[in-house]
């Protein structure tokens, strides 16, 4: 193996190589080839994801002997010494350490001259936004008025930094973070050419360690091949980097859906005995769970994940035996079990907690299947299908509830609900239907509602033959209160009024021996509402729906609401 380090070992030396930054490569060959090179450029991106690489790529290109060209030859004079970074005519300057004025007029006074045998005078500045206000004035002086030979390439992981009137005279590319599975690839032919022996599943987990950047990929890699030699194992890969593996991610779900919760714990023991932090595991499974989420919420989101094809194939698997909702609730264990991990010495337990809840948590069953389970169920007993009927609860004669037929059992009745409510008062009342006692309570109430409040609390003892004898109960206050005289007195001008005649009035103590007295209408009230209620829970016991779903699901009315 060689002593140079992979990442300046396997520098891009063409536009082909550059991995993932192909919206950058595809316009500078575009302007190459049409003569329409801007003089100044700035890259900005990431650390490691191509930037320097690229302005260099860019120099050979227009100094290469072959060129201008898209793609360099690499072997003439003009590339080789861009390669090895002597070229008499292309300047690399480090922004981060030369950011003095000194530095930036030296490079005024250099552009005035021709390049000594190149078609162009090349300045590459490194984290160009390093430079002081004074620097960055001295350089403005050149970009306004740029000699034709000249060409400047900045690169910058912060262009916020860089004052706009700098920004306004670039041609501006932005360079990605590197995909995961583009990472894995170049480190599958890097390893390859290098005849290193190493798993997918071992380049993956180097490459995540990178995080979108080629370089620091291909560091952890020469860190990784520094210990194992030429034949690593996924074993080294994970106590090297402190790393979980994703199998062993995608194993806590399986067996979370399987409900298996000593497979779980056992598998928790495993990665508390490798050395792993029980946090970082913790963070680990929720991205895991997340890629879940979105694969299950939206399948061809697959772009947005940081997954190897074998980890995306299995996790859209995976996904497919989740429902978002409990995916969510998933992740809401496991995000509440991070957080509490971070003030507690007892991560282990915090993980095998949340692990258990995982494994032993209720399905939820959605309204849409619940009402598909009871549209089924009631498919043979009632005539339309649940969703279809608009008062589901609606009240039915027991006798047409019994013609309906599908219950085995025999359909309760209404039952009366008072003797005294349906024994008829029809002598007790006026013969003249439309000048009742109701009919006058209701005149009284309309006219003096304080009286008419008091006539409903009355029993009715006689209205008929121009008496009317009303009864009240002993010790109560509308008695002590009828008995006075005024109210006597606006008793009889409202019943003349009212029955056409003149009234003789009777206001009755009743003393509770009476047998059979006529129902107040605040009686007659509260025994129809009494009747209403026990007449619609009958109603709502026997429909269809409401029994399948007690038998099915266990339970008892507790309210009901008529629609
Ligand atoms: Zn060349």
Known sequence: MSYLVLARKWR???????????????????????????????????????KTSSARILAKTLNCEQGPTTEPCNSCPACKEITEGNSVDVFEIDGASNNGVDEIRELRDN????????????????????LSNSAFNALLKTLEEPPPHIKFIFATTEPHKV???????????DFKRIPLTMIVARLRYIIDQEQVSM?????????????GSMRDSLSTLDQVLAFCGEKVDDAAVVAILGVVARQLLLEVVRLVIARDTSGLMALVAQVD???????????????????????????????????????????????????????????????????????????????????????????????????GKLNALTAGGSNAPLAADPSPVSYRPAAQRAQAGSQNSVPRTAAPVTPRETAPAANHDTADSKRSWQGFVAFAKARRPMLGTKLEKASPLQTVDNALKIGYHKGTLELTMMQEEESRKLLLELAAEYFGTAMTVTIVTLNGSEESLPQSIAEKKSAESARSEQELRIAVENHPAVKATMSIFGGEIVSMKKA
């Open 12 to 50: 891009p030396q063409t536009f082909s190589d550059l991995i993932g930054q192909e919206h950058v490569s595809q316009t500078l060959k575009n302007a190459i080839d049409t003569g329409r090179v801007a003089h100044a450029f700035l890259f900005t991106g990431a650390r490691g994801v191509g």
């Open 163 to 173: 004052p706009i009137t700098i920004l306004s005279r670039c041609q501006r590319f």
């Open 273 to 371: 005995a490798s050395g792993c932090n029980m946090r970082n595991f913790c963070n680990e499974l929720i991205v895991q769970m997340r890629a879940l989420l979105l694969l299950n919420s939206a399948p061809k989101s697959a772009d947005l994940l940081d997954l190897s094809e074998l980890e995306l194939q299995e996790s859209l698997q995976l996904a497919q035996n989740c429902d978002l909702v409990t995916l969510q609730r998933f992740i809401s264990i496991l995000l509440k079990a991070e957080g509490e991990m971070a003030h507690s010495s007892f991560g282990r337990l915090l993980q095998e907690m949340a692990l258990i809840r995982m494994a032993t948590i209720s399905p939820v069953v959605t309204v849409d299947e619940l009402l």
């Open 111 to 130: 552009v005035k001259y021709l390049p000594s045998h190149s078609r162009y005078k090349i300045f590459i500045i490194d984290e160009v936004h390093m």
């Open 199 to 211: 798993s997918d599943a071992a380049l993956t987990m180097v490459a995540r360690k990178g995080d």
